[in-house]
């Protein structure tokens, strides 16, 4: 065989293993694009995105868009092609595979973690939104959830109201460990609760919480990291609403749509129009004060949002630098950290007074 032929052939030999080795190996890998965006304004699978009932509501013009991220599963294990693709690629981004699934967290684990944040940005929107509008929101001590063989499983349920432990009103979260604490491992917590079926039949049905109240008994246990007593219950904090407000939205989790459905409630609540018809979009979780929070996928959020014809984006201030960093031609970022300040730059823009928005800028 000529010389040159036997080289061409172990060259191209060569190429084929590596390229079937590339295909082959995994790599410690994820990767982030752009996902969908959902006007909060509009429908979504053919129902509105935010549904008011029991308040008037005013028609609204324009979008509110909130956006996504698509993300490899958990499961998923990315080979050495895929990520040197994605490393060159200008809309996705290649991340260590423990940034968006730390400690070996299993798709079930993940999908059931941005499930509960996204209910919980639910909760605070509405929050933030009443008290935006100067609407009164009461609110309540419950049951957040209960650790799985612990004392309290079976006795105490996600959703229960908390009024009283020991006979002690409960007013913030933070009562309910303290007052356990005050025990020694092994004596009985008596917790005067509201069940979860009860309260909620009652919030559905628009009628005030229920006056019928339980005992339950829940007997103490050692924590496993020092000696103070615990029953194994996270308290959290849920709130009464005047009227019925629902987010219908499937198939997004996590916490960042929180700013979005935020405005869109305003909006919707309020004669006019926030946006002018103009096309926003934006990201940032919020909590019951109405502090905007920084988000991850910043950039992917951003080109989605450009491809979908948004104008402007509210960006979260924390997340401005990174954003700010390669912003798609024809969208303006627009620097928001609390409620207060998204509002008045919708305003702005709506009133063609952009001359002084703030705006994102590298550094």
Known sequence: ????????????LMLITLVC?????????????PGPTVNTLGEHGGSPVLQISGRKTYPTTGHLNMTTVRVTGADY?????????????????????????????????ASQENAEEFSQSQESAKVAAMK???????????????????????????????KAVDGKPVRAPGDVAKLVTEHEPGEPVEFTIVPAKAAAAAEKAGKPEPGTRESVSVTTKKAPDNDRAIVG???????????????????????SAGLMFALG????????????????AGTGTIDDDGKVG???GIQMKTVGARDRG??????????????????????????????DEAVNALEDIRDGDTADLPRCTKG
């Open 1 to 12: 065989m000529p010389r040159r032929t036997a080289t061409m052939l172990a060259s191209t």
């Open 21 to 33: 080795a590339g295909l082959l190996i995994p790599v410690p890998y994820s990767e982030m694009s």
């Open 77 to 109: 294990r990315m080979n050495l092609v895929e990520a040197v693709v994605g490393w060159l690629a200008h809309d996705d981004a290649v991340v260590p595979h423990n940034t968006l699934y730390p400690d070996g967290q299993t798709a079930e684990q």
């Open 132 to 162: 935006e509008l100067g609407i009164p929101v009461s609110a309540r001590v419950v049951v957040a959830s209960v650790v799985k063989d612990s004392p309290a499983q079976g006795l105490l349920h996600a959703g229960d109201v908390i």
């Open 233 to 255: 219950i996270q308290a959290g904090t849920d709130h009464t609403f005047p009227f019925r407000i629902d987010i219908k939205l499937a198939d997004v989790g996590g916490p």
């Open 265 to 280: 409630i305003v909006d919707k609540l309020t004669p006019g129009d926030l946006t002018g018809g103009k096309f926003i």
């Open 294 to 296: 920084a988000i991850g």
């Open 310 to 339: 948004a104008q402007y984006f509210l960006t979260p201030a924390d997340n401005c630098a990174d954003a700010a960093k390669d912003v798609p031609s024809g969208l303006t970022l627009v620097k928001v950290g609390t409620m």
